[in-house]
């Protein structure tokens, strides 16, 4: 292609290099002088790429991905474009799958497998789509139980966290309840010694009582005495002072 279009440019440099005739008309009245945009020489066609072509059929698609498809189909770019079709049909009808393996939709997975057999050219067409298609089953499944398992995890670290937490809060709310029951106790303690000597007050002062009591009643008694003496006395002044009236004014005897 290289040698093609050198020869191309040989055969133009060569017409432009050669001097046009003038024209019949113009020939007569003076000399003819082509014009600067026919003297330009024409612009270089770049090779032709097709990996570039290739890469402009697919612009999203990732190019490193491209160019090992370009490279697996010989350079041929028909049969690239073809292989990067089935491809992307293939990881289309892969994620389905998968999507549907991950969400537990049994429906679905059977229905993309029966339609993938009825798609089958032959039996071992057949058992290779079956072997792909279980196989993928297979391992979204598992990410799944992974999934799943990780989640589950996850939350009993969580609580494994919280319960944790809440141990430290127990046992810091232990350690204060413990440090307020020994002040307590010796609250109690005290307490009991200020009772104690309470207890020893009290009795003494019901001694105290008991002996005011009985030196109480001693004078009663003992004044009780003093009146009946006094009564006593008082009953014999009366009798001496009768007796000493009735000597001094006592009448003359009678016989």
Known sequence: MDAAVDSRKRCVAAFLDEPSPAPPHLAKRGRFVPCAASMAPLPVLAPFDPLDAFRRVFPDADPRGLEACFAASGRDINAAVQAYRAQQARDALAHRLASAAADGDHERCAGVLVEQMGAATDVDDAKNRATWMLELIRNATAERAAHETAAEAARLHEENATLREHAEHGGREAARLREENAALRERAAAADRDGTVLKRGV?????????????A???KKKVAELEMANYALNVRLRDADGCRFQTAYRGPDVF
């Open 203 to 215: 009795m003494a002062q019901q001694r105290r009582y008991e002996e005011i009591e009985r030196d």
């Open 217 to 219: 009643a001693a004078m």
